[in-house]
Antibody, heavy 118, light 107 residues
Framework: QVQLVESGGGVVQPGMSLRLSCAASAFTFGAYGMHWVRQGPGKGLEWVAYISYNGGYRSYADTVKGRFTISRDQPKKMLYLEINSLRPDDTAVYYC???????????WGQGALVTVSS | SFELTQPPSVSVSPGQTANITCSGDILSKQSVYWYQQKPGQAPVSLIYKDTERPSGIPERFSGSRSGTTFTLTITGVQAEDEADYYCQSYNSGATYVFGPGTKVTVL
């Protein structure tokens, strides 16, 4: 059974940096693209970033471009999201998700909560 | 950027049918994907490529298309179907977008 487990969330001050991690298991990690999606408190889903199966292509939502960096470590089966210059409106649950058929996000982790507050 | 539109809410009695629409200009070229999210839980994939159901998803969930409007239909709604439903699509350059979500209330 596909498993995705996020970690690295917490309370951080505005302007600081944070790295989220996502541990993948029970599927061939190196064969799939991966995503980060966030959800602010009481808000809808917002797609944040995508990385191709081999890390050769990355894309970002306009709202985070330049501050967020998605990366992956194939041997460790880990997905990462580096967030710089954190702002209060970055406060959200951050989900990692696995690419599925077509442009679907077939499996999701349980999420990591990031709270940006002084 | 591109946007998807969904109704904010839909109310339905148990056993009845709920229809949730998703529209957007980009949908003339791309497929739609649907997700269910219950409070405090991660989203679950319900429909992919407009009409296909992943394994394990009940048959009462179905997807359809009419032009650039896509519809998620829940036939014979059950109390456990009360949740938020999101449509999602894709644009060139591997950018993705979610609709604003529709809250389904089972009366």
């Amino acid at each position: 059974q596909v498993q995705l487990v996020e970690s690295g969330g917490g309370v951080v001050q505005p302007g600081m940096s944070l790295r989220l991690s996502c541990a993948a298991s029970a599927f061939t990690f190196g064969a799939y693209g991966m995503h980060w999606v966030r959800q602010g408190p009481g808000k809808g889903l917002e797609w944040v970033a995508y990385i191709s199966y081999n890390g050769g292509y990355r894309s970002y939502a306009d709202t985070v471009k330049g501050r967020f960096t998605i990366s992956r470590d194939q041997p460790k089966k880990m997905l990462y999201l580096e967030i710089n210059s954190l702002r209060p409106d970055d406060t959200a649950v951050y989900y990692c998700a696995k690419d599925g058929i077509g442009a679907s996000l077939s499996h999701w982790g349980q999420g990591a909560l990031v709270t940006v507050s002084s | 950027s591109f946007e998807l539109t969904q109704p904010p809410s839909v109310s339905v009695s148990p056993g009845q049918t709920a229809n949730i629409t998703c529209s957007g200009d980009i949908l003339s070229k791309q497929s739609v994907y649907w997700y269910q999210q219950k409070p405090g839980q991660a989203p679950v994939s319900l429909i992919y490529k407009d009409t296909e159901r992943p394994s394990g998803i009940p048959e009462r969930f179905s997807g359809s298309r009419s032009g650039t409007t896509f519809t998620l239909t829940i036939t014979g709604v059950q109390a456990e179907d009360e949740a938020d439903y999101y449509c999602q699509s894709y644009n060139s350059g591997a950018t993705y977008v979610f609709g604003p979500g529709t809250k389904v209330t089972v009366l």
